[in-house]
RNA sequence: CGGGCCGUAGCGCAGUCUGGUAGCGCGACUGGUUUGGGACCAGUAGGUCGGUGGUUCGAAUCCACUCGGCCCGACCA
């Protein structure tokens, strides 16, 4: 391929919009261009390096016996009703809906398990037939929040998303492990520094899950692990040790103490010398959304500690949770902010707790009255019992849950994500084989989703420097270029297209740049682009000389002309 | 959803406070000279100043509304 017959716009300044290093080199190199928040135009050469992931991808998946699909990405409500999920999507605002002619509700995919569920239902009526896992490539639409990072965060993204349908869990329990190969092997393949971390499974919903993260510092993760253990997890879904805190002693007589002004953990320290932030519990009020109803619901945890809203909501069973507004706090407990507690709490506002109150004596809390804080109340006899259960965020430094050495902490770019669905989605929709038995059994389900457009954005966070991106070879747009500086002169261009020549019949998948730039704009757009291995041919092309270059790294190296195949081959480990 | 900021030429920006002929750099185009680090010279084109309404003799500039976009926060009881 010639560069001059592609389009190319490359361009000097950073986009204004462009905050982390992939979306401003992507954006710079004119292989993403936005169209509207969240929404991007893939160029040529873009377009480039996402075909050719998506084909590691195909060929991983395949190799375990996945089959390739084409679903509708237009859904009509109905298959998001049968599945209960309608409501919560739309509730999250997260779908993009609409309506047709008609006025019926449609949407526009953000996810496929319906889809594919239905489809699978419709022609496997068998035991004999399974296991069957189909997977497809295409856009898919969110409706974020808060679209952001280039190709990081996109309201229409490309993800390839694949379904497994088994008899029984042992079944399941095999395609997840497939799977989980095929996902280590591509993400290999492309280079990538990544790590298999425990995950919340979210709104998809179901039981075990792991995220595949690419570990850099602009990701919108965190996860926590122990080099010792292999532990590695989600902060959403990561446990730790609990820290330890001063014991209260043997329970005393509650006390109610005027505490004016005094709202926050850290001014009540203040206030009570002596009572540490891990011997008081603080009662955060949640505003917790379900399916038909929504209330206020107290939540307590100790001082030193913070509240994990996903294990919340997973607790809860809920849609959705988020802090009660002052006047929510007010309407439930009638005090100001700042002086809830489970103290002379209504008794319409349920009462959870984390498990580190449990058997805790002699606690520092607020009894809902304004400017009173009450000393030494004990749970189960001062106010009711809590239900108590796992709330607790884990924190860098707590120790590991399976080794017990500090906990370290990472950023990460959730890039893959796998899930042991079980039969969720099945008997919600009524998607059953018969078994042989003779009778109808829900299919054993598990779904697993690959970001086929953040993965290469991800590896360009990965793979850049200050000069531009230095894409890995399996997914660069070409692995090499051939460069001729001076398209003007005769022995340039023939030297150019020999090598050019040479290296695609050695199977290289080569470029010539032959476009009439002036040399110094030359290197400069190659680097930029980021081809592993450039070839640049100028003034000494006469002499049978050009000057060969390993992008990572900047290595440049004068060469003769002969030794170019053999020099780019072993550049790219062939 | 809150809080902050920004919409002026393809891109990056100044001009707005203090109303009075719409500017700069890069890019683009033409001609010429160049060809090893985003070349140089000369010239050219390109903007309903996001939109609507208002104030005014006069609005990019002031006011209101609106539409886009960006950033921050989603943890305090």
Known sequence: MRLSQILISTLRDDPADAEIPSHKLLARAGLIVKTAAGVYTFAPLMWRVVRKFAQIVREELDREGANEVMLPILQPKELWVSSGRWDRYVNDGIMFTLKD???????????????MTAYVNAQVNSYKQLPVNCYQIQDKFRDEIRPRFGLMRGREF????????????????EAYQKMRRAYC??????GLEYTVVQADSGAIGGAGSEEFMVLADSGEDSILFCRDSGYAANVEKATSRLPDAPAGGEPLPMEQIATPDVRTVAQLEAFFPGWTAGRMAKTVLYHVTWKNKARVVAVMMRGDLEVNEVKLANALDALAV????DDEIRAATGAEVG????VALPEEVPLLADESLQGRTNLLTGCNRTGYHCLNVNLGRDCRQPSFKDLRTARQGEGCPLSGRPLEQARGIEVGHIFKLGTKYSKAMGATFMDQGGKPQPFVMGCYGIGVSRTPAAAVEQNHDDKGIVWPASI????????MLDPQRAEQVMLG???????????????LDDRALSPGAKFKDNELLGFPVQVFVGRKAGDGQVEFLVRRGMQKSECAAGEVKARVLAALGR
């Not at 002619?101 to 889809?115: A, I, Q, W, Y």
């Not at 092997?185 to 492309?190: K, P, V």
């Not at 747009?477 to 051939?482: G, I, S, T, W, Y």
């Open 476 to 483: 660069a747009p070409f692995e090499c270029v051939v460069a």
């Open 322 to 325: 988020r802090l009660a507004t």
């Open 185 to 190: 092997r591509i993400f290999e393949r492309c």
């Open 158 to 173: 490309i993800m390839m998303d694949a379904y497994s349908f088994d008899a029984d869990q042992a079944g399941l329990d």
């Open 497 to 511: 297209a020999r090598l050019y020549a040479e290296l695609r019949e050695a199977g290289v998948d080569v470029c």
């Open 339 to 342: 002086f809830a507690g489970p």
């Open 101 to 115: 002619r008609k006025g019926s509700d449609m949407c526009l995919g953000p996810t496929h398990e319906e889809v």
